[in-house]
């Protein structure tokens, strides 16, 4: 029997509308209504001031690449979750490209054993589209459901071939999962590494063209229609994405769409140096995409926020630019990057609603009961001020990688503690 | 300049007009410090015709020419101007290094330092290889040609060429003719010949020559025939024969129809027009063979300038990297 109670906090719960100054009561790591609803004594209860800060459902991130099976030297439960709990995130879901690749029940049932005995956030498992995310046949995405995956995805990779693409958007309906894509069409993108524009003209690095990505934004928002079925783009970088998903979308076609930090935080401009730490996939856009997924934020054409946090060892990052591995760590700038230039800096969404795009809205396309402070839902709750300035330092990460390029970026905003199941795993010192 | 004694005054007078140890693209210097670098040259360009064609500019120094991406011709430039100005050299190419043996860039260049080499001359496949490599060793580094990046020691030395043979670079105006996208002697060519104030038009197949060049400050044509008799300089380029397979033209052939310089099309161009080619040449694909060979054809001067803009390069960077 444990007993938490969050005190005279600013408290924010998008699911049910709320936004007051009250307490957020805890009772065996669910939510309880109020006080009187608490059983333990008084003096077992244990007290947090809250005044100041803003009391938040835990927030969500639907892209993680936590690394294991297969990448320990990157990443292990352990470490990432520790850098989730440190981002303020309390529930986190991974990618399956993994080795092996998360395509079978058995590698899940793995996963979820290894989240119990290591993991100090939820960490919920996404399951292959196709098997060894080769994109030729389906994975058995029904028992990949059964063995507990909240989503299925090939990220990483695209499936090129249309028809099976749509076959596993009519599978994933009737299982009831959504499908995460990866939008890149293979032809059109090459060998491109960064964003065919103007630096890569000047720099002659390989281009990947915005209508790669917008090509499969189309498909996707085709076979949704076809299919009756939810497909969540991730990582959206492009104005015509945005275009795209927009008319969609008014259009109640079952299609979503999410920004990572970097995509708004940096152009393609960035690359000039070719440092590593600016390639990711896809690439750094232009300063046009980026106002474009700002308006799309604003808009609500946009409406999850995920870190697609990519952990790489330093000796696979310091070589040659073609040569490195793309992405970059995210779950520890992720909040605050978003807070600093959403809230404070383009001033395109409230705070509120930044909170609604990192609970309420992932919950609902993966149909969680976490994203909200319901009486009954999991005790996950975030605290967080978003007016605290500090200074990004990665060599203070809990992450097992440093691939990030905003190390010394000076933030608004950040979480100072994450409570899970009722516990606090992580506090600000 | 006095090059085979070169007292401590011109050191310092070096050194104010010259401090970087590496030499990565066009794009970071100067249009005083590439008209410095040409200047140098021309003071060693005499020593090739000398009885002893060497000096002892860099006696003592070590420099190494690590070719991870084959080359024959700018490899031996680089080894002879070195050779020229007294240095030792070893030859370190992809398949003699541990770079087949999984070993990193950073690992096999820093091995190179350990013993002691001063300046490193790196040819690479990847874009930016030389500035990764410039930011993490005391060596100088030299770029000789990185993926589709920047080529510096072979637009230095068309546009040693060009001043040459023209007395000039400002106002003249130059067509870079062929496969731009994949081209680093294109990039460089294009930084360098704008900074001395040349009108640079790129000319080939649309899917080589995309109008995104036109923001670098170049103009864009898809007719030779236009512009050939408008031009002081035609540089062309090699059209590789392994693009094809990507489909970014239709063949040879029909490349030769719309792009090359035939005996026909070399009519159209000015009497003292310059034609250039970085080599190797394929006569019969961008360039007839008579016209390579012809009176206008500077394609050997450049091989010859090569030398003593190489020289130069050794020189004043391997001079930065120890002072």
């Known amino acids: 029997m444990s007993a938490t109670i969050v005190r005279n906090g600013r408290v924010i719960d998008p699911a049910n509308k709320r936004d007051e100054v009250g307490d957020v009561c805890i009772q065996d790591g669910k939510i309880v209504a109020s006080k009187s609803e608490i059983r333990n004594p008084e003096s077992e209860i244990e007290e947090v001031d809250a005044s100041g800060l803003i009391v938040a459902p835990g927030l969500i991130d639907i892209h993680v690449h936590l690394r294991e099976p297969g990448f320990g030297h990157k990443e292990t439960m352990d470490s990432g979750t520790r850098a989730a709990a440190a981002g303020g995130f309390t529930t986190i879901v991974c990618m399956p490209n993994t080795s092996p690749a998360a395509d079978n029940p058995s590698t899940i049932t793995w996963i979820k054993e290894r989240v119990a005995s290591a993991a100090c956030v939820n960490v919920l498992p996404t399951g292959a589209v196709s098997k060894n995310i080769s994109g030729e046949e389906l994975a058995p995405i029904g028992s990949l459901v059964q063995a507990g995956v909240v989503a299925i995805t090939d990220d990483g990779h695209c499936i090129q071939n249309h028809e099976l693409m749509r076959r596993a958007v009519e599978y994933a309906r009737m299982v009831d999962v959504p499908v995460l894509d990866h939008c890149q069409d293979y032809n059109l993108v090459g060998n491109g590494v960064v964003n065919e524009g103007y630096w890569s003209t000047l720099l002659g690095l390989p281009g990947w063209p915005a209508a790669g990505e917008e090509v499969i934004v189309m498909r996707n928002i085709l076979l949704a229609e076809l299919c009756d079925h939810y497909i969540h783009c991730q990582h959206v970088t492009t104005a015509g994405s945005v275009r795209l998903l927009r008319e969609a979308r008014r259009r109640g076609v079952k299609i979503s769409g999410e920004v990572c930090p970097h ?110 402070l319901s009486v009954g839902a999991p005790a996950d709750v975030t ?15 809990e992450s097992g990688s440093r691939n990030s390029p905003f190390d010394g970026w000076k933030l608004k905003g950040r979480a100072v503690q994450t409570i899970v199941g009722g516990k606090t795993v992580w506090e600000l010192d | 300049m006095k090059i085979a004694e070169s007292t401590p005054s011109s050191n310092t007078e070096s050194a104010l007009r010259w401090n970087r140890k590496d030499l990565l693209g066009l794009r970071e210097l100067s249009s005083q410090e590439i008209n410095f ?285 120890t002072t």
């Not at chain 1, 605290?383 to 990460?397: M, R």
């Not at chain 2, 035939?262 to 063979?289: F, Q, W, Y």
Request: glycine share 6%.
């Open chain 1, 263 to 372: 995509h708004i935080a940096l152009t393609d401009e960035a690359i000039q140096n070719f440092d590593t730490n600016y390639k990711m996939n896809p690439p750094l856009r232009a300063q046009a995409d980026v106002d474009a997924l700002l308006e799309g934020i604003a808009d609500g054409t946009l409406s999850i926020l995920a870190s697609d946090h990519a952990p790489h060892a330093d000796f696979e990052k310091e070589v040659e630019f073609d040569a490195a591995p793309f992405g970059i760590i995210g779950l520890e700038t992720e909040l605050g990057l978003f807070v600093d230039l959403l809230v404070h800096k383009h001033r395109r969404v409230d705070i509120v609603r930044l909170i609604e795009m990192f609970t309420a809205e992932p919950a609902k396309l993966l149909k969680l009961e976490a994203g909200t």
């Open chain 1, 383 to 397: 605290l967080l001020n978003p007016d605290l300035e500090w200074t990004v330092q990665i060599d203070k990460f």
């Open chain 2, 37 to 321: 670098i040409l200047e140098t040259a021309d003071a060693f360009e005499q020593v090739g015709t000398r009885e002893i064609k060497k000096v002892p500019a860099l006696r003592g120094k070590t420099l190494v020419n690590f070719f991870v991406e084959p080359s024959t011709r700018t490899r031996t430039s680089f080894e002879l101007a070195a050779l020229r100005l007294s240095a030792d050299v070893i030859n370190v190419s992809a398949t003699s290094s541990s770079l087949t043996k999984g070993e990193t860039l950073k690992d096999t260049a820093r091995n190179l330092e350990a013993v002691h080499a001063d300046i490193l001359v790196l040819r690479h496949s990847s874009a930016g290889a030389p500035q990764f490599l410039a930011n993490r060793l005391k060596a100088s580094v030299i770029n000789a040609g990185d993926g589709a990046h920047e080529h510096p020691t072979q637009a230095l030395l068309d546009l040693y060429t060009i001043r040459r043979k023209r007395g000039k670079i400002s106002g003249l105006h130059i067509a870079i003719i062929g496969d731009i996208l994949f081209s680093r002697v294109a990039r460089s060519n294009i930084f360098g010949l704008i900074k001395l104030g040349a009108r640079v038009t790129l000319v080939g197949p649309s899917t080589l020559v995309p109008r995104e060049f036109e923001k670098l400050g170049v103009e864009v044509s898809y007719e030779i025939d236009k512009i050939l008799p408008t031009v002081d300089v035609v540089n062309l380029l090699r059209i590789q024969h392994e693009r094809q397979r990507k489909e970014y033209f239709p063949g040879t052939g029909e490349y030769t129809r719309f792009f090359g310089l035939t005996k026909e099309r070399a009519k159209l161009l000015k009497p003292d027009c310059l034609i250039m080619h970085p080599g190797p040449i394929n006569r019969g694909v961008e360039i007839d063979s008579e016209v390579a060979d012809g009176l206008q054809s500077v394609i050997l001067d450049q091989v010859t300038n090569g030398l003593a803009v190489r020289m130069a390069v050794l020189y004043l960077c391997g001079g930065i990297a």
